[in-house]
């Protein structure tokens, strides 16, 4: 039984160590945070914790400038578009009931009138991408405008 168990066991590491390299990554991550892969991606592979935190691993998009801070938690902005990105690549639209419900002080936001995505002039015509004002929260509130003002990214400008 012993040493049917190791024998088990040296299959296991041995079938690990195949394992394409961002496969081994998401194992890790999922077991050690206990997460679940949001998405693949092409930028950083993105998990949601149990507790509902965003993770970033950014060993899984660029290896080579890898420094040992692997996982990092998503500002707030990355975390909401990673779960409108999630949300749609899962299907699990419950991810959308985790991103902050529109205060009372906001408005919907004009740029995709509260749809969360929005597509570019010049891209191909079905290139949607989460909105780049409200980052896929569907509302704005007056800083989030203001910062977009001074982007020069909204309004639009007349042509
Ligand atoms: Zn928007």
Known sequence: MVALRERRRLQRIERNSKKPFV?????????????FLLDPGMGPMTYITADGRVLFDDRSFDDRSFDG?????????EAIAA????????????????IPVQPLHSLECPACTGGRW??????????????FLCRGRGWADQAMLDKAAALGTWPPRET
């Open 69 to 77: 801070e692997a996982l990092r938690e998503a500002t707030d902005d």
């Open 23 to 35: 496969d081994r990554l998401q194992d890790e991550v999922e077991d050690q945070q206990d997460a």
């Open 83 to 98: 779960l409108v990105v999630g949300a749609k690549k899962t299907g699990i639209n419950a991810l959308l009931e985790l």
């Open 118 to 131: 929005t597509s570019l002039p010049g891209y191909q015509r079905d290139a949607e991408f989460v909105c």
